[in-house]
């Protein structure tokens, strides 16, 4: 089917003036003998054209993200050490070692009670005081697990100095 210009810009959804820059650029082959186009050899070289475009925009559209998504890493990395540094983020080996030693504590803690209280109320005829000793020491043994001391999950200070040697390794 051949077609005019005018028609040509209206099928493809683009002005006069850009088929005639087109022209110019080497697409668009007009029927010889004729003022007219092509007009599925025209659609399948714009189509061809616009492919073209988008994947060379795509390709540095792509490098920029690269980039922005490695910036993005450092400000993650960044934001880590900064949480590191204020004992709001510890090291997952650190915290295990750490709760597998209180929990140790907790249980040996617990299994020496019932000797322990036994002694302390085998003379007791108050019933009233024998709940009372074995509250006091079961408060006593579960207070062992209500305290955190970021500086004993980490088992160092964290310094800027360690921070910075972090910072050597990334780069």
């Known amino acids: 089917m051949v077609v005019n ?8 959804g683009i002005s006069t003036r850009q088929i005639r820059n087109l022209r110019q650029e080497g697409m668009f082959q007009t ?9 599925e050899t025209c659609v399948q070289e714009y189509i061809n054209f616009k492919i ?3 994947m060379g925009r795509s390709a ?16 993650n990395i960044s934001i880590m050490k900064l949480r590191r540094l204020r004992r709001e983020l510890h090291e997952a080996a650190d915290v295990e070692a750490f709760l597998s030693d209180m929990l140790l504590r907790f249980k040996n803690r617990l299994l020496s009670l019932p000797a322990k209280m036994a002694m302390q109320v085998s003379g007791e005829k108050d ?12 408060r006593e043994a579960l207070e062992e697990l209500s305290e955190y001391d970021p500086d004993e999950i980490d088992g160092a200070e964290i310094t800027f100095a360690d921070l910075e040697d972090d910072e050597d390794d990334e780069t």
């Open 60 to 75: 540095s559209l792509s490098i920029e993200r690269i980039k922005a998504d490695h910036e993005e890493v450092k400000k």
């Open 5 to 12: 210009q005018k028609e040509l810009a209206q099928c493809l």
């Open 127 to 138: 019933l009233n005081r024998v709940i009372q000793i074995l509250s006091d020491d079961m």
């Open 52 to 54: 073209n475009a988008e």
């Open 31 to 39: 029927v010889k003998g004729d003022r007219g186009y092509v007009l």
